[in-house]
């Protein structure tokens, strides 16, 4: 997959994204906004390890946010299964140095459009922690709508948080 967007480029892994990976996730403010399955500190291996999970993938649904050619990001969703197989998950994270700047925003509606598009999805939903404002804030900017907050339902560094849900439904 590749989609040139105006910010920023949104495409399939390459095993060439390991270094820029390893250098933008290994950030403590990332990571305390993602599931626990990312790891921290984020290392070299872990870059290498990602990548050929994601180039395995069938179908592919995991995919690089990329500026200047460079890997600075990731956005994908898990598609849902039994009688929940017309929904999927997203998720994404952006290196600091590129927060602020739309990126998000913009790689967020093109993998939506990209998900519907591909998949027979009645829905996709993300579930930030109710502490990320600025999480909350690309989902709105890109169309997805606050369904509810889902009290004490994760943990996060030993923090009991609440969750939010959004989403946006063809």
């Known amino acids: 997959m590749h989609l040139e967007l105006s910010n920023c480029t949104v495409r399939s892994y390459l095993p060439s994204d390991a270094e820029s990976l390893a250098q933008y996730a290994n950030n403590r403010k990332i990571w305390l906004n993602l599931r626990d399955a990312f790891p921290h500190p984020y290392r070299i291996e872990h870059a290498y390890e990602f990548i050929q999970k994601a180039a395995a993938m069938d179908p592919e649904t995991y995919f690089a946010i990329c500026v200047d050619d460079r890997a600075v990001g990731g956005i994908g969703y898990v598609l849902h299964t039994d009688v929940e197989r017309i929904s999927a998950e997203l998720g994404y994270w952006l290196g600091e140095p590129f927060w602020?700047?739309?990126?998000?925003?913009?790689?967020?509606?093109?993998?939506?459009?990209?998900?519907?598009?591909?998949?027979?999805?009645?829905?996709?939903?993300?579930?930030?922690?109710?502490?990320n404002k600025g999480s909350c804030r690309v989902l709105e900017k890109a169309g997805y709508v606050y369904e509810g907050r889902m009290r004490k339902s994760a943990i996060k560094d030993g923090k009991v948080l609440d969750k939010l849900m959004y989403a946006a439904v063809r």
Do not use: D, S
């Open 100 to 131: 602020g700047k739309g990126i998000v925003t913009e790689a967020l509606k093109a993998v939506t459009a990209y998900a519907f598009g591909h998949h027979e999805l009645m829905r996709i939903h993300a579930t930030p922690f109710a502490v």
